[in-house]
C-alpha cells in the first residue's frame, strides 16, 4: 500500500514539476505582450495601450445590476471609476478579440498540415523548459521537470525542432509569401544553431558538466577577485572573458532563433506580407503569437541559467538563505511596507498629468489615481499589520507542524529563487523589447554574414581559447573550481 | 513497468512511422514521417539510458539534415506524387529488397553476437566510480581516451574532405 503510494506520490511530484514550468512560461506571456505596447510606446514616441477600461460600479448600485443580470436586461450603470490599469486591460480585451474572432480556414492550405503548424511551434517552446532548474532542491526533489543527462544539448536539440512550426505553416498555406517566410526561418534557425552550440561550449567547459543545473549550481559559489575578496554567490559566467564573449554570441543568436528583430525576416511585414502567418486568423494566429512569446521567456531563461547564475540571488548563496530564512522574511516583509507606501505615492501624484485636465471632469477616469492609491496603502496596511508576523508565525507553525526543521528554510530559497530567475527573465525579455524597437531589420545577406562569417569563427576561436586556459590554468596552479 | 510499456509505444511508433515513409505519396509526408521516426527513436534512446545518443538523434538527425530535406522539398515546390504504381516490383525494387535482406540478417547475425557477450563486457564498469554507461562523459571518455580515438579522428576528417569537396565541386558552376 505504502510502495503504491509512494509511485502515486512520485508521479504527483512529476505532474507539479510540468505544471509549474509551464505555467512559469505562460504566467509570462500576458506580461510580454502588455510590456510590448508601453516599450513600443515609449520608444518610438506612439500612443500606448491607453484606451480598454474596466468600468467599476458604484457598490450602491449592485444589487439593482444584479437583478437586471438575472432578469438578462442590458446592464446599464455611471461607473465611479474606470480602470485602464497602465494598459494591463488591453492584453484581456487581445485574449478576448483572439478567441471570438472568426476563424477563417482558406480553401488552398494544404488542412493537416496547416492545422498541426501552430501546435508543433507552441508545444515545442513550452517542452524547451523542461531542462531549466528553478531553484536547487526542495524537500530532497530537484526542481526541475528532468534531469537528463542531456541538459542544454536538449534545449539546443529542441529549439532546433521549433523551426518545423514556422516551416510547415509556410509551407502548407500555399502562396509565395508564407513559402518565402517559412524558407527564410529555415535557413535562419540552422545557420545561427551552430554558433549558439559553440558558445555553450565555453560554459560547459567551466562546469565541467552541460546539466543546467550543475551549471547554475557552480555560478553560486563565491566569485573570487585575484584572490583578495570573496563575493558570495556572483561566480558568474558573464564576468569571465571568454564567458562574456560567449554570452554576447549566445545572445545575439538567441534573437536570430526566436526571430525577433534585427532577425525577424521571417515575418518581414514590408516584404511578405505577415510572412509565414499570414494565412491564419483567430487562435491559430494567437498560438503562434504565444509561442514567439514563449520562446523569447525560454531563451532568456536559458541565458540566465547559463551566464547569470540561474536561480541564485546575488550574494546570497542557497546555504545562507537556508540559514537565516527567518531573518530574510523579517526585512522582505517590513521593506514590502515603504515599497508600497512609495507606489502609493506614485499614483497619488499620477492626478497632475495633462491627461487629466483634458478629459472631462466628471469622467470615471478620473478617479483612477485615487482608486491605485487607496490599493497600494491597503496593501502596505495589511501587510504592516499582520503580513510579517503572520508569515513568520504561519512558516514556524507550517514546519512544526510537518514535522519538518528544514521546511521553512527550502521554502524561502524556492521562492527567492523563482523570483530571481523570473526577474532575470523579465530583464532578457525587456532587452529583447527595447532591440525590437530601436533598431531595423537587416538585408539577408547581412544575415548570412554575420552568421556565418563572424559569429562562428568568434564561437570557434572562443573554445579554444577557453579549453586552452583552463588547461593551462590547471598546470600553473594545479586543480581548482570556476572559471 | 512504465518503462517498458513506453520503451514498446515508442518502439511501435518508430516501426509505423518508418513504413509510412516508404508508403506515403507525398514527398513531404514521407519527410515528415522520418521526423517522426527519428523522434521515437530519439526516446527508444532514452529509455535505453543512452541520453547523449538521443539528443544528438534529434539535434542532427531531426534538427538539422531533415530540416535541409525539407527544405529543399519545400524550394522545389514538389506537390503532386509521382506516378510510380504501388504493388508492381521494378528492377529496382528487387535490389531494394535484396538489401534489405543482406541488412537484415548483418543486423540479427550482430546482434546475436551481443546476446552472448555478458553484459559487463558492453558496458562500462558500474561500480568502479567510472562515469555511467550512455552519458556524455562515458561517451568522451570512449571516443577521446578509449579504443574509438583513431575511428573518430578519421571520421572527422572524412567529413571535412567531403565539405571541401562540396564546396568545390559546387563553386566551379559559379
Redesign the interface.
Known amino acids: 500500500m505504502s510502495e503504491l503510494w509512494t509511485e502515486w506520490g512520485d508521479w504527483v511530484v512529476i505532474l507539479l514539476r510540468c505544471v509549474f514550468s509551464v505555467a512559469f512560461v505562460m504566467q509570462i506571456v500576458p506580461l510580454l505582450i502588455w510590456g510590448e505596447r508601453k516599450g513600443a510606446a515609449y520608444i518610438q514616441d506612439r500612443p500606448g495601450p491607453n484606451r480598454a477600461p474596466i468600468d467599476i460600479p458604484n457598490p450602491l448600485d449592485i444589487p439593482r445590476l444584479l437583478g437586471d443580470v438575472l432578469a438578462a436586461r442590458p446592464l446599464v450603470f455611471k461607473p465611479i471609476v474606470s480602470l485602464r490599469a497602465a494598459g494591463l486591460i488591453h492584453t484581456l480585451t487581445d485574449v478576448v478579440k483572439l478567441a471570438f474572432k472568426e476563424d477563417i480556414t482558406p480553401d488552398h492550405v494544404e488542412k493537416f498540415y496547416w492545422f498541426i503548424a501552430p501546435v508543433i511551434a507552441m508545444s515545442i517552446a513550452l517542452c524547451t523548459f523542461a531542462v531549466v532548474p528553478f531553484g536547487d532542491t526542495f524537500l530532497g526533489h530537484q526542481l526541475k521537470v528532468s534531469d537528463m543527462d542531456g541538459g542544454l544539448l536538449f534545449v539546443l536539440a529542441m529549439t532546433s525542432l521549433g523551426v518545423y512550426g514556422i516551416m510547415l505553416a509556410g509551407w502548407s498555406s500555399n502562396n509565395k509569401f508564407s513559402l518565402l517566410g517559412g524558407l527564410r526561418a529555415s535557413a535562419q534557425m540552422v545557420s545561427y544553431e551552430l554558433a549558439m552550440g559553440l558558445s555553450a561550449v565555453v560554459v560547459f567547459l567551466s562546469a565541467g558538466s552541460v546539466s543546467l543545473s550543475r551549471i547554475a549550481e557552480v555560478q553560486g559559489q563565491p566569485l573570487s577577485l585575484f584572490g583578495v575578496v570573496e563575493i558570495p554567490a556572483l561566480n558568474w559566467n558573464v564576468f569571465s572573458p571568454f564567458g562574456f564573449l560567449a554570452f554576447v554570441l549566445f545572445w545575439v543568436a538567441a534573437f536570430a532563433e526566436t526571430n525577433r528583430t534585427p532577425f525577424d525576416l521571417p515575418e518581414g511585414e514590408a516584404e511578405l506580407v505577415g510572412g509565414y502567418h499570414t494565412e491564419y486568423s483567430s487562435f491559430r494566429f494567437a498560438l503562434f503569437f504565444m509561442a514567439e512569446y514563449a520562446n523569447m521567456i525560454v531563451a532568456s531563461s536559458v541565458t540566465a541559467t547559463l551566464f547569470f547564475g540561474g536561480y541564485n540571488v546575488p550574494l546570497l548563496s542557497p546555504a545562507t538563505i537556508r540559514e537565516h530564512a527567518d531573518l530574510l522574511l523579517g526585512v522582505l516583509g517590513l521593506g514590502a511596507v515603504p515599497a508600497f507606501l512609495t507606489f502609493a505615492v506614485v499614483a497619488w501624484k499620477r492626478q497632475g498629468r495633462p491627461f487629466y485636465s483634458v478629459i472631462p471632469k466628471d469622467d470615471p477616469r478620473q478617479n483612477e489615481p485615487k482608486f491605485f492609491t487607496a490599493v497600494w496603502l491597503g496593501a502596505a496596511g495589511a501587510h504592516g499589520a499582520l503580513g510579517v508576523v503572520g508569515f513568520m508565525g504561519g512558516l514556524a507553525a507550517l514546519s512544526a507542524w510537518a514535522e519538518m526543521p528544514e521546511l521553512g528554510g527550502d521554502l524561502m530559497a524556492v521562492i527567492l529563487g523563482i523570483t530571481a530567475l523570473a526577474v532575470k527573465v523579465l530583464i532578457g525579455c525587456w532587452i529583447m523589447i527595447w532591440v525590437r524597437w530601436t533598431v531595423p531589420r537587416f538585408r539577408y545577406d547581412q544575415l548570412m554574414n554575420l552568421g556565418w562569417k563572424v559569429m562562428l569563427p568568434l564561437a570557434l576561436g572562443n573554445v579554444f581559447a577557453a579549453a586552452g586556459w583552463i588547461v593551462l590554468r590547471h598546470e600553473l596552479f594545479g586543480p581548482a573550481g570556476g572559471s | 513497468m512504465t518503462e517498458s510499456v513506453l520503451f514498446y509505444l515508442f518502439s511501435l511508433l518508430a516501426v509505423v512511422s518508418g513504413a509510412s515513409v516508404i508508403l506515403q505519396r507525398s514527398t ?1 509526408a514521407s519527410a ?1 514521417s522520418l ?1 517522426v521516426c527519428f523522434f521515437a527513436l530519439a526516446a527508444d534512446y ?1 529509455m535505453l539510458d543512452a ?2 545518443v ?3 538523434q ?2 542532427v538527425y ?3 539534415i531533415m ?2 530535406f ?2 529543399v522539398i ?2 522545389l ?1 514538389i506537390r503532386e506524387p509521382g506516378a510510380t504504381p504501388v504493388g508492381t516490383l521494378s528492377n529496382r525494387g528487387i535490389i531494394g529488397l535484396m538489401a534489405a535482406a543482406l541488412l537484415g540478417v548483418a543486423l540479427i547475425a550482430g546482434l546475436d553476437g551481443l546476446v552472448h557477450t555478458p553484459v559487463t563486457a558492453i558496458n562500462v564498469d558500474l561500480q568502479g566510480g567510472q562515469p555511467a554507461y ?3 562523459a562515458a561517451m568522451g571518455e570512449e571516443l577521446f581516451r578509449g579504443n574509438y580515438l583513431l575511428p573518430f579522428e578519421a571520421v572527422s576528417l572524412l567529413l571535412t574532405v567531403s565539405m571541401v569537396g562540396a564546396v568545390v565541386l559546387a563553386k566551379r558552376e559559379v
Open positions: 513531404i515528415l521526423v532514452v541520453h547523449f538521443a539528443v544528438v534529434v539535434l531531426a534538427g538539422a530540416v535541409l525539407i527544405f519545400m524550394l515546390n550512455g552519458t556524455i
